[in-house]
């Protein structure tokens, strides 16, 4: 890649989450993202076909427990 050499000699150059972001990737070969991107595409046909049958998803997203539904108090 263009960065991958300087990357590799000279980190330093680069601001930290500059650096960490480019080493998330900087090193990954063009088959590995290939390979990645059959993946991202398989996932995501089985995800599509899983809801596809569904209108809505409903998720718990409360960080506190659940109270008792004869909880006066709430």
């Known amino acids: 890649t263009v960065h991958a050499d ?3 000699a000279t ?3 680069y601001g930290q989450a500059t650096r960490r972001s ?3 990737g900087a090193f990954l070969s063009a088959e590995d993202y290939v390979r990645a991107q059959r993946h991202r ?3 995501s046909r089985t995800v599509d ?3 596809g049958a569904l209108d809505i ?3 718990a997203n409360m960080f506190d427990p659940p109270v008792r539904i004869d909880d006066d108090a709430e």
Do not use: G, K, S
């Open 57 to 59: 998803l409903l998720c």
């Open 22 to 24: 480019m080493m998330a």
């Open 6 to 8: 300087r990357l590799r």
């Open 41 to 43: 595409r398989t996932l």
């Open 11 to 13: 980190p330093e150059l």
């Open 49 to 51: 076909e899983a809801f």
